[in-house]
């Protein structure tokens, strides 16, 4: 594949047809079963001392469709991608990847098994050479074993076919002309194609990116967006964390929206941005519904009472429409004995 067709935007592929046909047919709601999920989820709890941080009934995430996860700033999405690609402890669930107990398996198994994700933060190891970062993604390298490193004929012919991936995967992404830089002197952008190009080396079936456009510059970003979209055309499952909604709207087949750690909604793109339940997630409950006449009384009482406070120099406004004590308010016509 030539190096500028991996990242054309691409408006209707035959994997993007399939994944909209998929999903036509679907419920839009909250742990809805799909016809072929990689992934299931049954009730995932991460608590950290009183708070739960994540509590998800079912989710089920279809192959071969790009899915985003979205939700308000706290809900509980890197969390539960933590929990799911073993970079965290569940305190209680258990979750299936192509059939497979995931539950307590390690971050570096679980990429193993073809699950990997990026981090909102990059984790680009800033001095080693971008092509050096690129060959640490390259899944059971024979030189890895101290004995076999001895002798370099076991693994030279394999590392030669690991730098040929790790520098095709470099063009695809424009960053060939920095394979020799050290990672630490790309730009926040460049990191996120790098951290991308990295996962692509352990050859995956479902890739997780968590927030892959923050930070990232207008320039970069279309880059970006045309190489997510690709994954889904090389038969990939995408999952990922974004807070973007236009670009949301723009490359996912199906959205999952967390509020205070729980799935609260599900459905198509289009649609999902006026669900009522995710509105007042983002927004807050009845937001823009109507005050009652009682309401309306309320707020009008409460505005009267904090002009008077400030005209009478109350700090308080609730001070002024208090009654005074019984003896501040007969003070003037009480004595005391002694007064005279």
């Known amino acids: 594949m030539h190096a500028d067709e991996a990242v054309q935007p691409q408006a209707i592929g035959p994997r993007k047809a399939q994944a909209t046909a998929v999903f036509a047919e679907l419920a839009s709601e909250p742990g809805v079963p799909k016809p072929d999920p990689?992934?299931?989820?049954?009730?995932?709890?991460?608590?950290?001392?009183?708070?739960?941080?994540?509590?998800?009934?079912?989710?089920?995430?279809?192959?071969?469709?790009?899915?985003a996860l979205i939700g308000p700033n706290g809900a509980g999405k890197t969390t539960f991608f933590n929990q799911l690609t073993g970079f965290d402890t569940a305190d209680a669930g258990e979750w299936?990847?192509?059939?497979?107990?995931?539950?307590?398996?390690?971050?570096?198994?679980?990429?193993?098994?073809?699950m990997v994700r990026t981090f909102q933060l990059t984790k680009?190891?800033?001095?080693?050479?971008?092509?050096?970062?690129?060959?640490?993604g390259a899944q059971g390298q024979r030189g890895e074993n101290f004995l076999r490193a001895l002798v370099a004929g076991l693994w030279r012919g394999q590392e030669k076919e690991i730098t040929e991936r790790a520098e095709d995967l470099l063009r695809r992404?424009?960053?060939?002309?920095?394979?020799?830089?050290?990672?630490?002197?790309?730009?926040?952008?460049?990191?996120?194609l790098l951290e991308m190009a990295r996962a692509l080396m352990v050859e995956p079936e479902l890739v997780m990116l968590d927030e892959p456009m923050a930070g990232v510059n207008p320039a970069?970003?279309?880059?970006?967006?045309?190489?997510?979209?690709?994954?889904?055309?090389?038969?990939?499952?995408?999952?990922?964390?974004?807070?973007?909604?236009d670009m949301v709207r723009d490359i996912s087949d199906w959205v999952i929206v967390m509020a205070q750690g729980s799935v609260i909604a599900e459905g198509p793109p289009d649609?999902?941005?006026?669900?009522?339940?995710?509105?007042?997630?983002?927004?807050?409950?009845?937001?823009d519904a109507p005050l009652s006449a009682e309401e309306e009384e309320q707020q009008l009482a409460e505005a009267e009472a904090a002009l008077e406070a400030e005209a009478q120099g109350v700090a308080?406004?609730?001070?002024?429409?208090?009654?005074?004590?019984?003896?501040?308010?007969?003070?003037?016509?009480?004595?005391e004995p002694g007064d005279d």
């Open 38 to 67: 990689i992934l299931v989820v049954n009730n995932v709890v991460r608590r950290f001392g009183g708070l739960t941080a994540v509590n998800v009934e079912h989710v089920e995430i279809q192959r071969g469709s790009i899915t």
């Open 173 to 192: 992404f424009k960053l060939d002309a920095k394979s020799a830089d050290f990672a630490g002197s790309l730009s926040g952008g460049q990191r996120k």
């Open 271 to 287: 649609s999902i941005m006026s669900d009522p339940r995710v509105v007042d997630a983002y927004l807050g409950a009845h937001h």
């Open 96 to 114: 299936t990847f192509n059939g497979r107990p995931m539950k307590g398996v390690s971050a570096h198994k679980v990429a193993r098994q073809g």
């Open 124 to 136: 680009a190891l800033s001095k080693l050479t971008v092509l050096e970062n690129m060959r640490l």
């Open 220 to 245: 970069l970003t279309q880059s970006l967006l045309g190489h997510v979209k690709d994954l889904r055309e090389q038969g990939m499952t995408v999952l990922f964390v974004e807070h973007d909604m």
């Open 316 to 335: 308080d406004p609730a001070d002024a429409a208090r009654p005074a004590p019984a003896s501040v308010a007969e003070g003037t016509s009480r004595k």
